[in-house]
């Protein structure tokens, strides 16, 4: 029996998670990219770390983020060449959370991480469903849809 994976430490979730091609259909075939591999891309990538201090803020071994990194540009090559989308979803990670500054605030919360992933917002009009935004309560996120202010779905 293998051992049990280690959450990785991601500091940020996509507001948007699925991209798809102009002109294609839903059906089509996609890639899936998991919330640790969009975050050793932008990391690296879009944040431009070097690989040892990204593998640092994820907490795992700089082989680790290597791997995670490769399997993330290979699956963005192949949706870019192939006319696939990709999906950001699922994936062992830990979302790292902000800690309020303040007098009495941030007591309590351990290593200021929570287990991800974190849930959902839903729309209690039209019920659309988005990923709630570490730090933020769900009522100050609007509706992509309708504006409706969002509530936490259980």
Same mark, same amino acid.
């Given at each position: 029996m293998p051992r049990p994976r =280690?959450? =990785?430490?991601?500091?940020?979730?996509? +507001? !948007?998670?699925?991209?798809?091609?102009?002109?294609?259909?839903?059906?089509? *075939? $996609?890639?899936?990219?998991?919330?640790? $591999?969009?975050?050793? !891309?932008?990391?690296?990538?879009? #944040?431009?770390?070097?690989?040892?201090?990204?593998? =640092?803020?994820?907490?795992?071994?700089?082989?680790?983020?290597? =791997? *995670? #990194?490769?399997?993330?540009?290979?699956?963005?090559?192949?949706?870019?060449?192939? +006319?696939?989308?990709?999906?950001?979803?699922?994936?062992?990670?830990? !979302?790292r959370q902000r800690r309020a500054m303040g007098p009495g605030r941030g007591r309590g919360l351990g290593g200021g991480f929570a287990m991800g992933p974190e849930g959902e917002c839903i729309c209690p009009k039209c019920e659309t469903r988005m990923p709630h935004q570490t730090g933020q309560p769900c009522y100050q996120q609007k509706c992509p849809k309708c504006g409706t202010p969002m509530t936490r779905a259980r």
């Amino acid at each position: 029996m293998p051992r049990p994976r =280690r959450f =990785r430490r991601v500091g940020y979730l996509p +507001g !948007i998670n699925y991209f798809k091609p102009a002109g294609a259909l839903v059906a089509n *075939l $996609e890639s899936v990219l998991t919330v640790d $591999e969009f975050e050793t !891309i932008r990391l690296k990538d879009f #944040l431009g770390m070097d690989q040892e201090e990204a593998a =640092r803020k994820m907490s795992i071994s700089q082989p680790t983020f290597h =791997r *995670l #990194l490769l399997s993330a540009r290979k699956k963005i090559a192949d949706a870019i060449v192939n +006319g696939k989308s990709i999906k950001i979803e699922g994936g062992s990670y830990m !979302i790292r959370q902000r800690r309020a500054m303040g007098p009495g605030r941030g007591r309590g919360l351990g290593g200021g991480f929570a287990m991800g992933p974190e849930g959902e917002c839903i729309c209690p009009k039209c019920e659309t469903r988005m990923p709630h935004q570490t730090g933020q309560p769900c009522y100050q996120q609007k509706c992509p849809k309708c504006g409706t202010p969002m509530t936490r779905a259980r």
